[in-house]
């Protein structure tokens, strides 16, 4: 059963996938008529998902997903109109198989979902659209009521290898008698052999049975799609079968045609004495000249449509498999390979260099550039474009927008921005959390738009770009912005800041991402789900990202998160401060000073006059308790943290570093002031400074500091 | 004196190999008649019904008499959509 | 690196005398005292080098090393036991453990004076260890080990390079900041 179990993700993966697109066909359609490759995208979903769910034996899904496909199928024929209504099913289509997906470890409850009220609806549609006058177009020859039935003689050989390549026969017949009528079945084993020659895991069976069904014959076709290859699979109008009983016991052995024949006796095929071989593609193509009736016309249709859309799928194989899957860890070996190939190629050119041989000194600088060159194509891999995350986004601002009955428009753009695999996966909540705060809170209900001379519509905007070495990613409403009033008297209720506090605009809008400062009477069913802003600001620290807020009340908030781009590298300043090596984040470095030499030190901080204004210096030796004397020529480091700065005091400067980040592992998770560590060219460690943390820690230790000597003073006094 | 074997459970492909071999043994390993139990077999596909199919002329060929109890609701429906209910009544079908 | 071609030998050893209940320890110098640890919980063996000081953490996790790309801690069990620190010599020697840890293994170094030998010792000549006059806490003896009429200290490294204890008592001093910052606030807040 490992192979049941391996093979599940990827099913998964994939069926995620086909659910997305055709989400983002809905989205996009917005009730108008999709076009004929939109609906067989759509169409494609749901046939696969069904097709692979039949695979891992989830009836449930299968069921559910069949009915689904039909609607679909009769869209695509032309049976059905598209608009808003079936829009809106369809939709629910998508999530309630994206919730069965989530049950896959509960089959009561996935067995419970295979019928839900949603088919009856459905099917309810259906009728109503197909039952309303048929236009003398839609009654012509071209076009069939789709409900009328049909019989057709099933001939189903099935390779050797069915059975051991995960499917049964039995399912297909199991299927058939689901979605139509068994009309009668035979068993042909003339093929299984006898004694020991019997292979248990070989498949040696045969059917032969008689099919009514309103199952079109392209769709019947699809059914066996995934055996067809190995199998031999004939399909015919019952009627006529019996003239193509050549065909399918051809090359096959006496007792097996006999058997075949007997069979369709018993099934009540007419064999026709003369008949003749007759590939099955003739066949059909015969079928059409021959009846006058009008379901067969219908039937020689579908099935060169079937042709054309088997090439269809071919095409978009290919541009598929333009992307290969790769296991996330293989990924992470293979850039701490490289991480090890640059420190390993970083010796060889120092020893190259001390050769003084000019051609080895060359050839290792080859080297060195191809490593980086690899090295960066490496890291690209983890890449992906932003939109993965943006495309759920259009879902959520309908549904969320409708629930409120808000009028929301949300506009997309840099959706085609790449970053981490990794951080896409956690960005996910925040962004959602920050979007629905917009929909819920910042867009105003229409009447108090229309009231301050807005339009009807708000709307949202999601922006990404890079900068810098970033990546920055707006949240923004034309909405009715952050109230400063209303946050600080909030933040003073809930005991978060003393009511004589001076902050400035930027420091009052991050309150709310204060845990506690969501309170119950702001809890909406929407963003109030339990949980409050905090989250998000959680989330993003985990990222190593900041968010900034920018409102105007009456005009709106635009919340600009910035994000590193990956959190596997990073590009750093290396200082050295005595014997020790570290790195600081270059995104938070202004510039480097030489110390002036009346710099002022009272223990660890001190501070200096940058170009008038007072900089905090932090002697990092002392603060870091180093234990090494000050170097002879010292550095101030100015640093950057939310929005002030402060200088960090070090012996040398080493430059600029692009480094693969190593955690350090739980014995070192409380250290608030290092954030991680990376290996040097040289093959030594250097620890990554999180210089806001950093600051925090240095205030909270001179708070400390400062209260501890307040506290003594007092005891002195007593 | 019979000798008794029990299928119960699941009873497909991946179980097809063991069973085969269980029932590969019975037949050439031991002289009583075959006793085939089939009331605890609670999943099938194709390969149970094979072996089926494969055993009883099987048996017939090595001159064992073998009986088959009574089905599981799940493998008399299977051969009866199949047609091959009348399999299990293969000769001696003399059981109860 | 001075890596010890252990896994070789190991794997032989085991096999001859997996029946006899024999184990295979590893014997080395700490702390004056002869020390031994099971050798399935042993990566490799290397020299001492120079590694990078981890700032604000108790004076017992020396650093952390280059391992082949992977940050590896460093630990003084010397300090760890209460003793005084290890000076580093020609013979002091990196020995590399992996412990489980949450489902995850994870690597420590270990500093040790010097590496001594391999021994194969039989549980029957394991006793536990004495209630009392160790020289180390005793949970951190997995038990007494009769080798040439000598006792040996066979270590419990799971206990002695717990991750937890280790990690609360690096925030110790964290802790204690915290209690002063919290004084401090009620101060302000007055």
Redesign the interface.
């Given at each position: 059963?490992s192979e049941y179990d391996s093979a599940l993700p990827a099913f998964l993966d994939e069926a995620h996938e086909l659910l997305a697109a055709m989400e983002s066909i809905l989205m996009d359609v917005q009730g108008q008529q999709p076009d004929s490759e939109q609906l067989n995208a759509m169409f494609r979903a749901m046939h696969t998902i069904k097709g692979s769910s039949g695979l891992f034996g989830l009836d449930a899904i299968v069921r559910f997903t069949h009915e689904a496909e039909n609607v679909l199928d009769a869209l695509r024929a032309g049976e059905l109109s598209f608009d808003d209504e079936l829009n809106t099913l369809l939709l629910r289509c998508h999530d309630h198989v994206k919730a069965m997906l989530q049950e896959l470890d509960h089959p009561d409850v996935l067995a419970s979902m295979a019928a839900p009220p949603l088919i009856d609806e459905l099917k309810a549609y259906f009728r109503q659209q197909t039952s309303g006058d048929i236009s003398p177009l839609a009654a012509s020859a071209t076009e069939a009521p789709a409900a009328a039935e049909q019989s057709w003689l099933i001939s189903l050989r099935f390779g050797r290898e069915v059975?051991?390549d995960?499917m049964?026969?039995?399912?297909f017949?199991?299927y058939l008698?689901e979605s139509g009528e068994?009309g009668?079945?035979?068993?042909i084993?003339t093929q299984?052999?006898?004694?020991?020659a019997?292979d248990?895991?070989q498949?040696?069976?045969r059917?032969e049975l008689v099919y009514h069904s309103a199952m079109p014959l392209a769709k019947l076709n699809d059914v066996f799609e995934f055996v067809r290859e190995s199998s031999q699979i004939h399909i015919f109008p019952l009627a006529t079968a019996g003239r193509y009983l050549a065909t399918v016991t051809q090359g096959q052995d006496e007792a097996e045609q006999q058997a075949v024949a007997a069979a369709w006796q018993q099934l009540g095929v007419v064999i026709e004495a003369e008949a003749e071989v007759v590939t099955e593609a003739a066949a059909v193509e015969a079928v059409a000249p021959l009846a006058s009736n009008l379901q067969f016309a219908q039937a020689a249709k579908q099935a060169s449509g079937a042709v054309a859309r088997k090439t269809e799928h071919k095409e978009t194989k290919t541009t598929e498999t333009r992307f290969i899957k790769v296991e996330a860890s293989k990924l992470d070996n293979l850039i701490n390979l490289i991480g090890e190939l640059v420190i390993a190629g970083a010796a060889a050119n120092l020893i190259a260099r001390r050769s003084g041989q000019s051609a080895q000194i060359e050839s290792t600088a080859t080297i060195a550039t191809l490593i980086e060159q690899i090295r960066a194509g490496t890291l690209s891999m983890r890449m992906v474009q932003i939109g993965e995350i943006f495309s759920r986004f259009p879902r959520v601002v309908r549904d969320v927008s409708k629930e409120l009955g808000k009028s929301i428009e949300l506009h997309i753009s840099g959706a085609e921005t790449e970053l981490d695999k990794s951080m896409v996966e956690k960005l996910g909540d925040p962004l959602m959390h920050i979007v629905r705060n917009a929909i819920d809170h910042g867009i105003e209900s229409v009447e108090t738009r229309l009231a301050a001379g807005k339009s009807a519509t708000g709307n949202v905007w999601l922006n990404a770009y890079h900068e810098s070495g970033s990546i920055v990613i707006e949240v923004a409403d034309d909405g009715g912005g952050l109230r400063k009033d209303k946050i600080v008297a909030k933040a003073v209720a809930n005991g978060l800041i003393s009511a004589d506090a001076m902050l400035s605009d930027n420091e009052i809008y991050k309150l709310i991402f204060e845990p506690g400062f969501s309170t119950a009477e702001q809890i909406s069913n929407i963003s109030g789900r339990g949980v409050g802003m905090d989250v998000v600001k959680r989330g993003l620290e985990a990222l190593r990202g900041t968010i900034d807020i920018d409102s105007a009340v009456g005009e709106g908030t635009n919340f600009r998160i910035r994000l590193p781009l990956t959190l596997a590298i990073i590009d750093g300043f290396l200082v050295q401060i005595g014997k020790s090596t570290f790195v600081i984040p270059l995104e938070v470095v202004v510039e480097c000073i030489e110390v002036p030499d009346d710099l002022k030190s009272d223990g660890t901080h001190s501070h200096l006059n940058l170009r008038g204004e007072v900089l905090p210096v932090l002697n990092l030796s002392e603060f870091l308790e180093l234990g090494e004397p000050p170097g002879k020529r010292q550095n101030v480091v100015v640093v950057n943290y939310g929005e002030s700065k402060a200088g960090l005091l070090v012996d040398n400067l080493l430059g600029e570093f692009q480094t693969v980040i190593k955690p350090l592992g739980q014995l070192f998770s409380h250290l608030r002031a290092i954030s991680g560590s990376t290996i040097l060219g040289s093959g030594e460690v250097a620890l990554i400074l999180d210089v806001p943390a950093l600051i925090e820690f240095a205030k909270q230790k001179e708070v400390a500091d400062f209260a501890g000597q307040t506290e003594q003073g007092r005891a002195q006094l007593h | 004196m019979t000798h008794t074997i029990q299928l119960l459970g699941e009873q497909?492909?991946?179980q097809?190999?063991q069973?085969?071999t269980q029932l590969?043994q019975a037949l050439h390993e031991h002289n009583e008649p075959l006793q085939l139990e089939l009331a605890g077999v609670t999943e099938?596909?194709?390969?149970l019904?094979?072996?089926l199919?494969?055993l009883v002329?099987?048996a017939k060929?090595l001159g064992r008499p073998l009986t088959m109890g009574e089905p599981s609701a799940v493998l008399a429906e299977?051969l009866a959509?199949?047609?091959?209910s009348a399999i299990l009544q293969s000769e001696g079908a003399g059981h109860e | 690196m001075g890596a010890l071609a252990l896994k070789t030998s190991k794997e032989r050893v085991q096999q001859e005398e997996a029946h006899l209940d024999l184990s295979q320890y590893l014997t080395f110098q700490l702390c004056g005292e002869t020390f031994a640890i099971g050798i399935l919980a042993i990566k490799e063996i290397l020299e001492y080098m120079p590694m990078t000081q981890v700032p604000m953490m108790p004076d017992f996790v020396r650093g952390v090393m280059n391992l082949r790309g992977a940050v590896v801690p460093v630990i003084d069990l010397s300090l760890r036991f209460g003793k005084g620190e290890t000076t580093v010599r020609r013979r002091t020697c990196v020995v590399i453990i992996e412990i489980e840890h949450d489902d995850q293994q994870q690597y420590f170094g270990v500093l040790v004076d010097a590496v001594h030998e391999v021994l194969a010792i039989a549980d029957g000549d394991i006793v536990p260890a004495p209630q009392f006059g160790n020289h180390i806490r005793s949970d951190f003896i997995a038990g007494m080990a009769k080798v040439q009429n000598r006792f040996v200290v066979l270590l419990d490294l799971s206990r002695a390079l717990s991750v937890e204890e280790m990690a609360q008592l690096a925030m110790l001093d964290e802790t204690a900041l915290d209690v002063a910052e919290s004084a401090a606030e009620e101060h302000v807040s007055h």
């Open positions: 059963m059975l051991a995960g049964d026969p039995l399912s017949v199991r008698a068994l009668g079945l035979q068993t084993s299984l052999p006898g004694g020991d019997f248990p895991e498949c040696y069976l059917f | 497909t492909i991946y097809a190999r069973t085969h590969w099938v596909d194709s390969s019904v094979q072996i199919l494969w002329p099987e060929r299977v959509v199949l047609g091959l | -």
